[in-house]
C-alpha cells in the first residue's frame, strides 16, 4: 500500500500542500482530481521523489521513502509520468527508452534489444512503436505520452502515477488507455490517476479523492458521486451570490477585437484555433477552461510576447493610457520582479514609466509619489515605495499588480487567474477594484481569464469558454456552475 | 544597504587570506607582500600619480563590464573593444597635428568610441539577430582585435623606420596633457569620473536604463512589459564597446601615444574583477578600479622587494571573482533564509546566478 | 616541405583536440567551460616543474593532468555544486591560473630568462606504417600522445554515442531535470566529466611543455584553451568534426609560422585569427548554436 501522511510543503509563502493523507492500494485505480494549483503535481512530485516535502513521509508497504530522491523511489518501485515533457527531444526513441527500465543487458548498451523488449510492451498494450532510430523532436504528442508511459512501465513499477496522460488524447484513443489503466489493475499495480476528467476518473477509477488548494476536500468512489457533484467540490463552494452580476449590456463603445487568432507551436500543434472574441468598454467578460487549453498563449500573444501564426488583434479607440495592460499568472515570475522595489516593478508598466519620465529622465520621486498614491488607494499593505517586491505577502503582491494595470488607464486589461492563491477576502477585494474599473465612465473592458468559476460567475457579464483552443460563448442565462463545470473539463455539448 | 557593502569588503578579505596562503607557500611574508604592494602603489607622491594613472583604463572597461553585466550580457570582450578603439585612435592619432588642440583630442577620442562601439556592436548584432551567445562572440572578437592590432603594427600602421613593430606616434595635438609633470596623470581619469557618473545616471535615472536593469534580472517579465531585447541588446553592447574603445583611445592619445602590440595587459578580464566589487554600481566603479589599479602599480614594487612576480594580482582578480560569485549564490540565500527567515533586501547584487542562453 | 607542414598541423593540432575532446564531454553534459585555458596552462606548468625537478618524464605527465584536474575541480565546485554562472567562473578560472602558474614559475624558474628545458618525449614511429610516402611522416612519426589522441577520437565518439554512460551524459545535457526524474545523478555525472576533461586538458598542456616546446614560457596557451572551444562548435559537438576542425586550426598554426618566416604578401595574423573568426561564422550564418545540447550552459539546481 502506497501512503502518504500529513504532506505539507511550501514554495516561498505559498502553501502548495496542507497535511495531505493520501492512500492507495494494489489492484486499485485510485484517481486524484482537482483543478491545477490544487496541489496534485506537487503531491505526485512528492511521492516520485523529485521534490522534498517539508513536513509529513511517505510509505511504500510499511517502509518509509526517502525524501527527495528519485531513485529511491524508483528503486521502491513507484514510477511517475509527467504532465509536463521529460523525454530527450534530441535523442532516438530507443535511447530514452534505454534510460528508462529495458537497459537490462550486463554488457554494453543493446539498444535493439532495448527496443525488441520496448515492442514486447508495447504490442501487449496496443501501443504504436515510431520507425526505428526516429528521435522524439518531431513525434506528435500522443507518441509522446505513450512513451512516456512506455518508460515508466519498463521500470516494472508496483506504483504507477501519471498526471493528466490523457488530456493530449484523441477520444479514440481514450478507450484503449483506460483499458490499459485496467489491465494495469489487474496486475496487482497500485495505479495513481490524476485527472480533471471526471467521466474518466469516474469510469475507470475504484476510488476517488478531492483535492482544493493544498488540502483533501473530499475522499469518495464512483458510486458514491457523480461528475456534477465532483466538478462542485472541485471547483469551489457553490456559495448563494448576490446578484452582483447584473448582465451587463453591451453599452460601451468596442475596446477590443481579436478576429482569428491562430497559433501553432514548433511541432505544429494547433494551441489556439481561430480564437475571435469582441469586447466592448465596460464589459468584464469571462473566459473559463481548465489549465492547458491554449490561456497561457492566448496571454503571451496579447502581451506582446509571442506572435501569433495567424488572425489580427485590435485595440479601439485609443485612451490616454497604453493599450492594454496585462496581470498574468505567474505574478511573481512574469508580472514582477522580485529583487526590484515597488516603485520600480509599478514603472514596469510602458504608460506608468512616462508618467514619471520627461525627456528620458526618470524621476525617482515622482515615481515614489505614485507608488504611495497606489498602496493608498489600493490598500496594498507595504512599509513604502522602497520595500522590495519579494518581501510581499502573494495577496499584497497581487494587489500591487491590480494596481499597475489599473493605474496605467489601459483600454483594456487581461488578467490570467487573477486571483489563485487568495483568500477569500483578498479576492472579493480584488473583484471591487475590477468592477470599480469597468463600470467607471473613463475605463475600459476587462477580461478574466480563470479556471475558477466562482469568481466568473461572481462578477462576469458575459461568459465564454476556451476548450483546445476555441472559445465558446454560452448562454447569458447559463449561471449553472456544475453544468458549467462540466463544459470546462471537456464535456462536449 | 550595509550588506552590500559589506559583501566586497568581505570578499577582498578572504581573498587576502587565501593569497597569504599561496604566498606561504612560495617562501614569502604576507605582511611583507602587501606591505610593498601599498608601498609601491602610495609610498610616494609619484607613486600615487601612477596609480591613478594605472586606473583610468580600468574605469573605462569596468564601466563597460558593469553596464552590459547589469543587463545580463556578459561582455567578456572588453579587451578586444579597447584595442579596436586604440587601433582607431592611433591610426587618426599622427595624422592629426594641423588641428587645433581641443579638435585633434575631440577628434581622436570619438574616434576610440567610434572603433569599440562597432566592435561590441558586431557582438550585439550577432546576439540580437543570430541569436549567437555573446559570451563566445566577445570572446572570439578578443582574439580577432589581437591580431588586427599586431598586422597593424607590423604593416599597414607600422612608423616609417620600420624599425619596432609600432605605429608613427601621435601628434602632440592630440596628446592628452601630462599634468603635475613628471608625473602621468591627465585628464583621462578626470574623463572617466564624468563617465562613471553619466553612466550611473543611465542605469538608475533613465528609463532605458531601468529596461536594461529589468532585462538583467528578468528577462521573461521584460517581455511582459514591451521591453524589445534584441534592440537593448544591440544598442547595450554598442555602448559598452564604446566605453571601452574610449579608454583605448585615452590610454593612446595620453600614455602611449602610439600602437603596439599587446597593447592591453588585460584590462577587459580585470574589469570584470573591478565590475563585481563595484557590483556593477557605476559610481562604485570608480574606487574598485583604483584599489586593482593600485594593486598593478603596486606589483613591481613588490616584486623588487619580495621577489613576488607581477602575475600574484591575477591571482588576487581570478580569487576576489570567485569569492563575489560564491557569496552571490542562490544557494546561499536559500541557506540564509533558512536561518534568517527573511528574503534578503537586495540593493544591487549582481545578477550572475542567471544563465547566460547559450 | 608539404611534410613537415603537415607533420606540424598534426603536432599543432594534437593539444587542442586532447582539450576540445575533453570541453566535448563537459558540453554534452550541459555545462560550459571557460576555464579550460586556465587548465591547460595550469598543466603545462605543473608538467614542466615536476618533469625538470624530477627528471622524470612520466611523473611530469601525471603532475599535468593532476594539475588540469585540480583547477577543474575549482570550477565545478562553483558551477556544478552551488550553481554559479559558468561563464564568468570559467573566466576567472582562467584568470586564476594565468596568475597562479606565472608567480609559481617566476618563483621556482627565477627571472633570468634562462630557458629552462627538458628533454623531449620520443617520437615512435610506427615501423612500415611510418614509411608510407607523405602519409607516413605526417600521421605516423609521433610521440605516444599524439597516438593517444588519435585514438581518444573514436573513443570519445563511442562512449558519447554508443554507451550507457554516455547516454547518460546526453540526457544531462540534454534536459537535467529529465534526467534526475529518472535517478541520474546529474551533479555526480557532470563532476565526472569536468575531472575528465580536467585530466585530457592537462595533459594538452603537458604536451605543449614535455613535447612541443620543451620549456615553459608566460602563457605558453596562448588561448589555445579558447581554440579549443572554438573546435567544439565548429566541429558540431561531434568527435569526427572535432578531429577535422583541431587539423584545420593546426594547419592554420602551422601555416603562419612559415608565411612569418618567408614575409609574404599574406599577413600570417591571418591565419592565427582564423579559428575565432571561423567559430563565429559558423555560429552566425550556419545556425552554429543549434548543434549544442540544450541545456548548455544553464545553471542546474536540486530543488
Redesign the interface.
Known sequence: MLRAISITRRFGRTLALDAVDFDALPGEIHALVGENGAGKTTLMNVL?G???ADHGEAVLDGRSLRA?S??A???AGIA?V?QS???????TWE?NL???GF?TNAG??DLDAVAARARALAAKLGFEMPPAAATVENRSVAERVRLEVLRALSFNPRVLILDEPTSVLAPSELNAFLDLLRGLRSEGRIVVLITHKLAEAIAVADRITVLRRGRVVARTTPAETSEEKLAGLMIGEIVAQPARSEARPRSGAPALQIENLTLDDRTGRRILDRLSIRVAAGEIVGIAGVDGNGQTELVEVL???RRPSSGRITVLDGSPGGAMA?I?QNRD????????RLW?NL????PL??QV?SH???S?SRAADLCRELIDRFRIRAPGPET?A??LSGGNRQRLEVARAIASRPRVIVAHNICRGLDLAATAEVHRTILDFASDPSGGAVILISSDLDELLAICGRLLIISRGNIRETNPGERDPERLGLLMAGARD | MLSSIAKPFAALALAAALISIVLAALGASPLGVFAALAEGAFGSWYACAETVVKSTPLVFTGLAVALAFSGALWNIGADGQLTIGAMAAGAIGPHLGNFPHAIAIATILAAGVLGGAVWGGVAGWLGARRDVNEVISTIMLNFVAVQALSWAVHGPLMEPSRAYPASSPIARAARLEFYFAPSRINLGMLLAVVLAAACYMLLFRTGAGFELRAMGRNRRAATFFGVRIPALTLWVMALSGALAGLGGAVQVSAVSHRLYEKLSPGWGFEAIAVALVARLNPLAVIPAALLFGALDNGSQAMQRAQGISPELVQVIQGLVILIILAFDTPAWSGIREHIFGAPHDAAAPPPVAEAPDA | MLEAFLTSAITMATPILLAALGELLVEESGVINIGIEGAMLAGAFVALAIAYFSGSIALGLAGGVAAGVAINAIFAMLVVNLAVNQVVTGTAVSILALGLTGVFYRKLFGVTGKAFMVAPIAKIPLGALARIPLLGPVFFNHNALVYFTFILVPAVWYVIARTRYGLRLRACGERPEAAAALGLGVVAIRWQALVVSGALTGLAGAFLTLAYANTFVENISAGRGFVALSVVIVGRWNSWGLAAASVLFGAAMALQFGLQALGTVVPYQLFLALPYALTLVVLAGFGGQAAAPSALGEPYRRD
Request: proline share 6%.
Open positions: 516520485a523529485s521534490l522534498a527527495g528519485p531513485r523511489a524508483l528503486a511517475a509527467h515533457p521529460m523525454l530527450f527531444e534530441r535523442m535511447e534505454a534510460l528508462g537497459d554494453a548498451l502581451a506582446g510576447v496585462v498574468p515570475l512574469d508580472g514582477l520582479i522580485l529583487e526590484m520600480e514603472i514596469l508598466a510602458r514609466r512616462e519620465t528620458g529622465w526618470l525617482i522590495t519579494g518581501a
